[in-house]
C-alpha cells in the first residue's frame, strides 16, 4: 500500500543552526503535502504546505521543497529557536481523500 | 471559536465494553478524519468521511465503527474494545476543495487505555 517514509526519527540542533528533514512518498497520485508540527498535549497544527505543482515554498522561517520526479518532499527551518521544539509530521494525499503521515520526527532545539 | 472537539480526553476502561468517542466541529468541514498515533508509527488514519452518510476505511478500520448522520459530528466507536486499541486518537476536519483534501483541523485528542 501507499506509505511516506519520515527521516530523520530525531534531531537535535544547536539554537540558531538549520534543521532539514526529509519524506519520501510512495503513490505517485499523490497531489498535497503537508507538514504538521505537534506541541506536547496537543493536536498537530499545519505549518506549511504544498501542492504538487509548485516546486518550493516559503513562509518566513520555514520552507518545504518538492521534487515529483523522485517523489520525495523536505521541511526545512532555518534560525531555530527553543519553541521549534516538537514533533513534526509530513504527510501525502491525493484525490482519493486518504491522508498518509509519515512516522513524525522529534525535533530538539538547545538553547 | 472555529474548532473541533473530542469527548472524553482521558478513558480507562476494560475489554469488551462498548464506547464511544466524539468528535464535532463548527467550520462547517465537509470531511472528517479519524487517526490513532503510536509511538514510531506516527499518524494513521482509521476512517473518513468526505460528506454527511459518505464514510470510507482508511489503513487501520478493523475494530472501529464510525458514522456521519449529521455534517458537524462524526463518532468513533469500539463495539468491543482490545488492549491493541489503546492509543491516542484524534478526529480532524477540513474543507474539500475541488476534490481535493485541505489543511486538516485537529482536535485535542482522546487517551484511550484498554486494560
Same mark, same amino acid.
Given at each position: 500500500g501507499e506509505n511516506v517514509e519520515q527521516h530523520p526519527s530525531t534531531l537535535s540542533v544547536q539554537e540558531g543552526d538549520s534543521a532539514v528533514i526529509k519524506c519520501t512518498y @510512495? *503513490? #505517485?497520485? #499523490?497531489n498535497y503535502f503537508p507538514w504538521y508540527k505537534q506541541e506536547l498535549g496537543k493536536g498537530p497544527q499545519l505549518i506549511i504546505d504544498i501542492r504538487s505543482n509548485v516546486g518550493e515554498k516559503k513562509d518566513q522561517r520555514i520552507a518545504v521543497t518538492l521534487n515529483k520526479t523522485a517523489k520525495h518532499f523536505s521541511l526545512h527551518i532555518t534560525e531555530?529557536?527553543?519553541? *521549534? @521544539?516538537a514533533v513534526y509530521f509530513c504527510a501525502a494525499s491525493s484525490g482519493s481523500f486518504k491522508t498518509i503521515f509519515g512516522a513524525g520526527t522529534r525535533l530538539f532545539v538547545k538553547a | 471559536e472555529a474548532q473541533v472537539t473530542q469527548n472524553p480526553r482521558y478513558l480507562i476502561t476494560v475489554t469488551g465494553k462498548k464506547l464511544t468517542v466524539t468528535c464535532s466541529q463548527?467550520?462547517?468541514?465537509e470531511y472528517m478524519s479519524w487517526y490513532r498515533q503510536d509511538p514510531g508509527l506516527g499518524l494513521r488514519q482509521i476512517y473518513y468521511s468526505m460528506n454527511v452518510e459518505v464514510t470510507d476505511k482508511g489503513d487501520v478500520p478493523e475494530g472501529y465503527k464510525v458514522s456521519r448522520k449529521e455534517k458537524r459530528n462524526f463518532p468513533l466507536i469500539l463495539e468491543s474494545p482490545s488492549p491493541n486499541q489503546t492509543s491516542l486518537y484524534f478526529c480532524a476536519s477540513t474543507y474539500t476543495t475541488s476534490g481535493r483534501v485541505d489543511e486538516q483541523f485537529f482536535g485535542p485528542g482522546t487517551r484511550l487505555t484498554v486494560l
Open positions: @510512495s *503513490d #505517485s497520485a #499523490s531555530t529557536q527553543p519553541e *521549534d @521544539s | 463548527n467550520m462547517n468541514h
